[in-house]
């Protein structure tokens, strides 16, 4: 690049870095991941965790029935202490299916959470039974 272009660059940079519209949006851009950073949720209970799960859930069993022709005979979600992660917690799906000649098929699905979504009493809970399971009965809502 010429001394003169490099020049002409070097200007229309330093005139962008002093633009308004450009250091107003540089500060709502720094404002918004303040604020972002500042968001604070109230801690929830694992039977409020665990319900806010049902109908995702309800759904995916629905799914597979209906993609895999297969019928959902339970299930169960299994909440450990234990996890990957340090800070976190697991959930383990397990759905049992049937097909038509019988067969059990099981599917599965792992999930880690931040253990600061959960408040004071599901954590203690929590950490002291090491593992509470949850029973999977079959979805309300028929697809």
Do not use: R, W
Not at 53 to 74: A, Y
Not at 98 to 115: A, G, R, S, T, Y
């Amino acid at each position: 690049m010429s001394e003169k272009v490099e020049k002409a660059v070097s200007n229309l940079i330093n005139h962008v870095k002093k633009s308004p519209v450009l250091n107003a949006a540089k500060e709502l851009f720094e404002k918004a991941i303040d604020q972002t950073e500042n968001l604070q949720h109230e801690p929830i209970s694992l039977d409020e965790l665990v319900s806010g799960l049902s109908d995702n859930t309800d759904i995916e069993i629905l799914k597979i029935q209906q993609q895999e022709n297969i019928c959902f005979i339970g299930g169960e979600l299994l909440v450990s202490g234990k996890a990957q992660q340090n800070g976190f917690f697991s959930l383990d799906l397990k759905l049992y299916f049937q097909d038509k000649m019988e067969n059990i098929i099981l599917k599965e699905k792992h999930k880690e959470l931040d253990v600061l979504i959960l408040n004071e009493v599901s954590k203690n809970e929590l950490f002291q039974q090491g593992i509470i399971k949850f029973e999977i009965n079959e979805p309300d809502i028929q697809g």
